[in-house]
């Protein structure tokens, strides 16, 4: 049996409307500078446990340790410009 189609609506013209991020040093909404989100935070753990899978010549199966390996790391490092700042 065909499936039933949807009628399509017209799609109004949608304006293209770009955000600026803020600089990386620029106090944000709590006042502090370099202050990252959540997610950004996640993303630059992230890539450091993938850089270091990738030094151990992308051996499987220590996901977690190189996971809390790069948190402490980046966190560590985060909570250092906090205190020079």
């Known amino acids: 049996m ?3 189609r ?3 609506a017209n799609k109004a013209k949608i304006e293209n409307k770009v955000l600026q991020m ?10 502090k500078a370099g ?7 996640e993303a630059e753990i992230r890539r ?12 499987d199966g220590e996901p977690e ?6 948190e402490r790391e980046i966190l560590a490092r985060h909570a250092n410009r906090e205190h020079t700042a």
């Open 35 to 41: 202050h990252l989100s959540a997610s950004d935070l």
């Open 48 to 59: 450091r446990a993938y850089e270091l899978y990738e030094q151990r010549g992308f051996v």
């Open 6 to 8: 949807t009628p399509r």
């Open 22 to 31: 803020p600089d990386s040093g620029s106090p944000n909404n709590n006042g």
């Open 65 to 70: 340790r190189d996971w809390l390996e790069a």
């Open 2 to 4: 065909a499936k039933a």
